[in-house]
């Protein structure tokens, strides 16, 4: 006998949903974390976006020098900072001196610390979910030495 896999849709989208709101979630935190630290460093912040927006926007809105928005693309986001060149693209912008707001006129270990600023919210963000998760879920320790009456395995 074969059995036919039945989908209950409305579960199926639900659960699709929670996916993609849990990694949006994560993305833009993970984003924060470059922005946040070139903007302690002084560089300019031209579009902090979730999602990739190739061709067109589902939502932009500037915000002083820095475009918010949402792509239509969900594969990820990204933070554009001034001076952060692709040299195998745009090599017209490395022929101008580098200004006092672009990524490429920081010290090295700025840029390092701009670069690593989503990785290091991503392992903040761990300890917090395990943290709490821990203290939902976690287990109640007792020593041996306060338990007066024994101890009873009940299954």
């Not at 239509?72 to 933070?79: E, K, R, S």
């Amino acid at each position: 006998m074969t059995q036919i896999l039945a989908i209950d849709w409305g579960v199926f989208g639900v659960r699709a949903g929670q996916l993609l709101l849990s990694l949006s979630i994560l993305v833009i935190l993970h984003e924060f974390g470059h922005y946040i630290t070139a903007r302690w460093f002084k560089c300019r912040v031209e579009k902090f976006y979730l999602f990739f927006d190739p061709w067109f926007s589902i939502f932009k809105k500037k915000v002083g020098e820095t475009e918010y928005g949402i792509g239509w693309l969900p594969l990820g986001g990204y933070v554009k900072i001034a001076g952060m060149i692709d040299e195998s693209m745009d090599k017209s912008a490395l022929e101008a001196p580098a200004q006092p707001w672009e990524f490429r006129s920081k010290p090295a270990w700025q840029r390092l610390i701009i670069m690593i600023g989503g990785v290091t919210v991503n392992i903040l963000l761990a300890f917090v979910i395990y943290a709490g998760i821990l203290m939902y879920w976690g287990e109640k320790k007792v020593p041996n030495n306060s338990v007066k009456y024994g101890i009873s395995i009940q299954d």
